[in-house]
C-alpha cells in the first residue's frame, strides 16, 4: 500500500471518528425535545432508507446469507450499544461518557484473554490497572455522581466491545454494505415496535431534518469505518479512536457550555497516552484481539 493511500485511509478514519462523537452529541440535543427511544429509531430509519435508496443502485450482486447469525448478534450489539449510548448522554456530561467509554479496548482485551484464551503481557495488564485509576481520578466521583446512569457509559462499553469481536469475523467478508444492512434493518424493526407504544408526537419539522440527518451521520460513519478496516487493521485504527475524547471536549465546551476541569484534562491526556501504549504493546506481542 502507498503512503498517500495509508494517510488517506488514517485521514477518512479519524473522521469518522469525529461523526460519531457528532452522533451522540446530536443524541444529547434531541433528547430535550423526543424520547430516547424515538432517536434511536430516527437513527436507524433514515439510515435503512438511505440503504434502500443504494441498494437499487448498485451493480455489484450482494450475498445476504453468509455469516448470517453473526451478523445478527453484530447488528443486536451495536443497537444496544447506540441506545445505551444515547440514553447515557442525556444524563451525562458527554466529556464524562467518553472518559468512561474508553474503558472499551481494555473489555475486548479481557474478553479475549477468557473466551479466547489470549494472553496479556504483564506490562498490558498494569496498563489496564492504571487505564481505569486514571477513569477514576478524571471523574473525580462523589456520592451525587454515583447513580444508575453513571453505569450506563460502562455497560455500552462492554456492548461495544462484543461488537468487535463480531466485526473482527465479518470484515474478513469485505461486504461493508451488509454489515450496514443488518444493522438498519433490525434497529428498525426492533424500535420502529418499541416507539408504536410510546410515541410523542414530532410537530417540529426541525426535529425531523434532524433525525434524517442523525441516519445519514449514522450511515456515512459506519460505512467509512468498515470501508477502512477493508485495508488497513483495526488494532492499528484504534490507535486513532482517542481523537473522540478531543472532539467530544470540544464539543462539550463550545455547545454544551460544560466546562473541563484540570482533573479531566489530565486524565484525558493519561488515558490516550495508557491507551495507546497498551495497543502497541499488544500489537508488537501479536495477541491483539481483532486484527
Known sequence: MSLSKKLFLISISIFSYFLFVLMDSIAKY????????QIVWGRYFFHM???VIIYFFMSKKINLTK???IQIARSLCLVSTTFMTYLAVKYN???NFYIIFFSTPLFVSIFSYFFLKEKLSK???LLIILSF??????????????TIYIFLPLFTSIFFALYQLFTKIVSKDKEPFVALFYTG????????FIVFFNWQSINNINVWLILFFLGLIGYLSHFIFA????????SFITNFQYSQLVWASLINVYFFNDPINSSKIVGIILIILFGVLFIQNQIKNQNFLIK
Open 133 to 146: 485509576i486514571t477513569i477514576i481520578f478524571a471523574l473525580q466521583p462523589n456520592k451525587s455522581f454515583l
Open 93 to 95: 456530561d458527554l466529556i
Open 123 to 125: 506490562f498490558s495488564i
Open 49 to 51: 432508507v438511505l440503504l
Open 185 to 192: 434493518i433490525l434497529g428498525t424493526i426492533i424500535f420502529s
Open 67 to 69: 455469516n448470517f447469525s
Open 30 to 37: 434531541l433528547s430535550e425535545y423526543i424520547n430516547t427511544s
Open 227 to 234: 470501508y477502512v478496516l477493508q485495508s488497513l487493521d483495526l
